[in-house]
Every structure is written in C-alpha cells, then in structure tokens.
C-alpha cells in the first residue's frame, strides 16, 4: 500500500551537497523516502526516512524555486535530482510535479542532471528529448536479471524498461548512461553475468556507464534482513562483508562499511573487463570507493560554462525509435 504525505518545505529547494562528486551543482529533492523500497538503499538509514512504502512530498516545490530562481542574479547552468530519492518514482502526484518542474527549468535555460530507478512517463520522456541539450541521465541497473532486481529493487522499473529507456534516451540525442550501482558481491559480479549485461547495454547503444560497490550501514543491515526474502542470496551478499572495512564517502564526515579493498578492486576489474569487452567507457564512483579509485564517475554530467539553446528540434522523434531489446535468451535470465 502507497502513502503519498504532502507537506510544505521547511528548507530551499535549491541546496548543496555535501558529497564531492555533486559539489558542482545545486541538487533538488522533490520528496523524503522513495517508493522504490530498494532493499540496499542508503537513505533507509537516514532519520527522515518515512518508511517502506510511504514519501512525504513536497507540494509547493514549483513555488518555491520559481522564488528562487527570481531571486538570483545568475541562474544555475544545471541542477542535480535527487541525492535522497527518484523524480521518477510510481505516484501521480510526483510525476506530476517533476514534469511542471522540468518544464519550468528548461524554459529558464536551465540544465537538468538526474539519476533514475524508475519508469519516465511517455510525456516527460518527449520533454527531455525536445531539450536535450539540457539533458544529463544517469539510469540505475544494478542487473538485468529479473529475479535479483526483484529481491532487492521490488518497485523500481523492470530491467527490460531500463535498458528501452537508456535507447530511448541516447537515440533521442541526451548524453545518457547506465550506472551499474551497487554491485552486489557475490550476486552480480561474476565474469558471466557482468557479460551478459555489458552485452545488454551495448545492444542498446550505450557507449559510458559508472559503478561502485554496495556499501553498508547499520541501517542498511537491517533493510536487507527484512526484505530480502531468499536466504541463499542475503547469505552470499553479507559473506562479503564479514571482514567489512570502515571507509568514508568523500565529502561525507560519516564512516561506511565497505567490502575490503582487494575483493572491491577483484570486482571491479572484471566490471572493467566487461565493459571493455563490449566498448562501454566505465568510470568507477570514486566518492564511495575512495581508497582504491580516483576521478569522477560523471553523476552530475559534464557541462559547458555556457548551456547551449533549450530547445532544438529532434532529429530523430520518438515514434520512430527502432532500438530493439535484447531477446529474452540474454535479459532477464
């Protein structure tokens, strides 16, 4: 059962993170908690978490930053959604409020950056495209195999809509990428599995991906053990950590506990191999592996000191997307 709270902000639309990789961008949070319910997500150990299956949103949102961005000499080049949860998340009335949103910011040339589990509605979907040059996206696919997504991404989007999306994006002529994060020890890293979705990606024209490996909290901890019904598979997940090292995010005052540093970069070796394999650019997220790996993982895009015009036609449209999915021989499985 979905509970969708509205309340009024107590706080900016418009704030800075405090992570290294999003300190070139004001960042935007439409809502508290996501109804994703990803198992490992690490927001469920925040204070503000409002549980699984609830958000409290944010209803004068589109008020407030047309406030804000009156009130500004120099408007941001771009914004970044969302540090603690999804603009694209199944609720009416956050999909609404995200398209009003996004409207609002490319008519004030204003460039938008996201990072997405979710479904994008058909609509939104034709929004970006048509201010594509306005457009940075990062789409989430910890796996293509159903089975593990559904374990621990129960309401995020399929798989299969994912990779449809990332084609959608890119044929569409929006600089987008798929971000494999978190890689699950034990689960989603074998040589074989990460083939399989290097292979998907690459079927679908992606050309850059980013990655990390699954940190833990206390929290965290918790959220596993509660949801994640297979007992073979939290077993196997958990096994990488029992020697868990304590590492902290760049920008971030708080210690995580990560696989060690020889199983992480074992893992991301074979990711790089993969992705190397099927011509994909890998960038690996340095802010949470900091101990073995440098450099940005591109969440918040690459950005001209200028944006260019918001709107320019669309070369290809949308109704003639020709991109096929993977056949279910390779996805899924």
Known sequence: MVSVISTRRRSPVLTPSSLACLSTLPTINLTAGCLHDCAY????????????????????TLERLKAELRQVSIKPRAVYFSPSSDLFQPAE????????????????????????????????LELLVEH??????????????EGIAQAFEPHAARPRDRLWQLAALIEGGIAAEARIDPILPNLTDSEEAL?????????????????????????IRYWLRRDV?????????????????D?????????????????????????????????????VCACKNADIASGTCNIAGTWPSRVPSPRLPCPCGLARLSTKIPSSSRVGK
């Open 41 to 60: 997500c690490y927001i469920r150990a925040y204070r503000n978490y409002p549980g699984a299956g609830r958000i409290i949103l944010y209803e004068d």
């Open 93 to 124: 009335q956050l999909l609404e409020l995200t398209h009003s949103i996004l409207q609002l910011l490319f008519a004030e040339g204003v460039g938008v950056a996201f990072l997405t589990r979710g479904l994008i509605p058909d609509e939104t």
């Open 132 to 145: 594509r040059a306005l457009v940075r996206a990062q789409i989430g696919l910890l796996t293509i195999d």
């Open 195 to 219: 083939d399989r979705h290097f292979e998907a990606l690459e079927q679908m024209g992606v050309k850059r991906a980013a990655a990390g490996v699954l940190f833990l909290r206390p929290g």
């Open 229 to 245: 019904r297979d007992a073979s598979q939290l077993s196997s997940l958990l096994h990488a950590y029992e020697q868990a090292e």
């Open 247 to 283: 590492t902290h995010m760049r920008g971030s005052p708080y210690p995580v506990q990560s696989a060690p540093a020889e199983v992480r970069r074992a893992i991301l070796e074979r990711v790089r191999a993969a992705a190397l394999t099927h011509g994909v650019e890998l960038r």
